[in-house]
């Protein structure tokens, strides 16, 4: 059993920034691919980005190329997602996952997520 938290979400103006950080409990978070979901308000869930369990490799979905960068440590058991030009459209719940493959988009494929934590940006 994987629970997974995340934090960092929040009310933030068009072109701001925020990172986003999602700490799996667990004492075998190195060998996970880790990912983000989003979901916005009436829509479907989301692949926004993913990372190999060593990090080396990622993934994106090509509305955040760019602009949001997922990382991270596994020394501190956490995984990030900087967030940088924030559009209104980037506006949803986010939610970490553990995933099989870095690259894998399919949110059906995911067997834990977090609670997600919100963020808004106005437009």
């Known amino acids: 059993q994987v629970q997974l938290v995340e934090s960092g979400g929040g009310l933030v103006q068009a072109g701001g920034s925020l990172r986003l950080s999602c700490a799996p409990s667990g004492r075998t978070f190195s060998i996970y691919a880790m990912g983000w979901f989003r979901q916005a308000p009436g829509k479907e869930r989301e692949f926004v980005a993913g990372i190999s369990d060593g990090g080396s490799r990622t993934s994106y979905r090509d509305s955040v190329k760019g602009r949001f960068t997922i990382s991270r440590d596994n020394a501190k058991k956490t995984v990030y997602l900087q967030m940088n030009s924030l559009k209104p459209e980037d506006t949803a719940v986010y939610y970490c996952?553990?995933?099989?493959?870095?690259?894998?988009?399919?949110?059906?494929?995911?067997?834990?997520w977090g609670k997600g934590t919100p963020v808004t940006v106005p437009s």
């Open positions: 996952a553990v995933l099989k493959y870095y690259y894998d988009y399919d949110p059906t494929h995911v067997n834990y």
